[in-house]
């Protein structure tokens, strides 16, 4: 697809089954919370980052060896009930991460707020 422009990306992401994230240095994982945004369950290696999203089974699967990735696969496109309960998990888990409530909780947990009294 080459690149793709930032306003374009839920639609090509809603369009999709999985994402693969075969990356082992993803630390941000912009990525996986946009894809779990758009009902898209992730698909990564257990590092920093997607571990820190992605609940194993739950919302995608997270790896250690390629054999685990291919096994993810098979497992995720031989059963439409996993498939469903994926996408459902993706979205609820997304919803977690919503800026305002993170920036709130940081504010109150450096003590820079009435709330962290």
């Known amino acids: 697809m080459g690149w793709v422009n930032h306003e374009l990306l ?7 089954d999985l994402l ?28 920093k980052g997607p ?7 739950n919302n995608g699967y997270l790896v250690s060896t390629v054999d685990e990735m291919i096994g993810c696969i098979v497992d995720y496109f031989s059963d439409i009930r996993v498939r469903t309960s994926l996408k459902k998990a993706a979205l609820i888990r997304s ?13 109150a947990d450096i003590g820079l ?3 962290s009294a």
């Open 51 to 57: 571990k820190d999203i992605i609940q194993d089974e």
């Open 95 to 107: 919803a977690e991460y919503n800026k305002d409530e993170i920036i709130t909780r940081f504010i």
């Open 113 to 115: 707020s009435q709330r």
């Open 10 to 16: 839920p639609k090509v992401y809603s369009a999709a």
């Open 20 to 47: 693969i994230l075969p990356s082992k240095f993803d630390t941000f994982s912009c990525v996986v919370l946009e894809s779990l945004s758009c009902g898209l369950p992730m698909l990564a290696y257990k590092t």
